[in-house]
């Protein structure tokens, strides 16, 4: 069945790292879309990192709530990133466009050098 | 089409959302013997998913009485898998053409849907649909077989 997902915190210079532990689903929908207010417009310039590193599977409906959040992160100026994405999710996001909303890493590391150099 | 049947395996789930899962786990160990290089595992499990899914969403309306029953054939110069449920059917090639695109396209969009038809177009090389009392999806992964089956 379906492993619960759960999400824990942590900060970093200029926003926060959301590891995610479990599957990405209509299941996990609660914990994503309540792990921030993501229409929070006093958030502007936040970085928001998703680490989908133990996250072993995505649906359909799991892509649909990031879509949700990506629509309102990209109103209310929240930049939105993602490391640990296998090749497969990742071309699933790149055909459905979702790569325009969440910058894509392959590790922390990466990541992080991008993010300390544009600082 | 080499449509001779070199091995054949079913699955019955309640229509119930995570119940896909014990099929991919299954699906998993089955290909795997088949073939222990299967570079296109991942697109199998996930076109597999998104089609389980909507036969319990959109065929079975999430009712568990009602089951989906999904068929691995694998042939020749295909697998072919079979996803069936008890709903009245829908015409695939119709919604792909309302509802394919890309995020940008869809942002006007309340909720947009269409993805998991998308995924499945994306990940198999032939989705096709029938309707003889129940409603089936067929997909279909050409050329991964040259007729080795380990038994």
């Known amino acids: ?3 619960q ?11 926060v790292i959301l590891d995610l532990q479990g599957d990405v689903t209509k299941t996990s929908e609660d914990q994503l879309l309540h792990s921030r207010n993501w229409s929070d417009e006093t ?4 970085r928001v990192v998703f680490n989908f590193t133990d996250v072993p599977y995505i649906n359909s409906a799991g892509i649909a709530i ?25 071309k699933m996001f790149r055909l459905i466009g979702l790569n325009e909303f969440i910058m894509i890493f392959p590790d922390e590391y990466s990541l992080m050098q991008r993010l300390g150099a544009l600082e | 089409m080499g449509d001779s049947v070199l091995f054949r395996e079913e699955w019955i789930i309640e229509s119930e959302l995570g119940r896909e899962k014990q099929v991919l786990e299954q699906l998993t160990c089955t290909l795997l013997h088949i073939h222990p290089q299967q570079s296109r595992l991942d697109a199998i499990l996930t076109a597999t998913s998104e089609a389980c899914l909507n036969a319990m969403e959109h065929g079975n309306l999430f009712n568990r009485e009602l089951p989906v029953h999904i068929t691995l054939l694998v042939q020749d110069d295909r697998t072919i898998i079979k996803v069936q449920d008890e709903g009245n059917g829908a015409n695939i090639g119709q919604i792909a053409e309302n509802t394919v695109g890309k995020v940008r396209d869809k942002l006007h969009w309340e ?11 994306h990940c198999a090389d032939i989705v096709r649909s029938s309707w003889n009392g129940k409603f089936c999806v067929e997909l279909h992964f050409l050329n991964m077989n040259n007729g080795v089956v380990n038994q």
Do not use: D
């Open chain 1, 66 to 90: 990031l879509i949700r959040i990506a629509q309102a992160a990209e109103k209310s100026g929240i930049m939105l990133y993602a490391y640990g994405v296998s090749n497969h999710y990742q």
């Open chain 1, 43 to 46: 958030s502007a310039g936040i």
């Open chain 1, 1 to 3: 069945m379906t492993s």
């Open chain 2, 111 to 121: 909720n947009p849907r269409g993805w998991g038809l998308q995924l499945m177009q």
């Open chain 1, 5 to 15: 997902l759960v999400i824990k915190e942590r900060s970093f210079s200029s926003g």
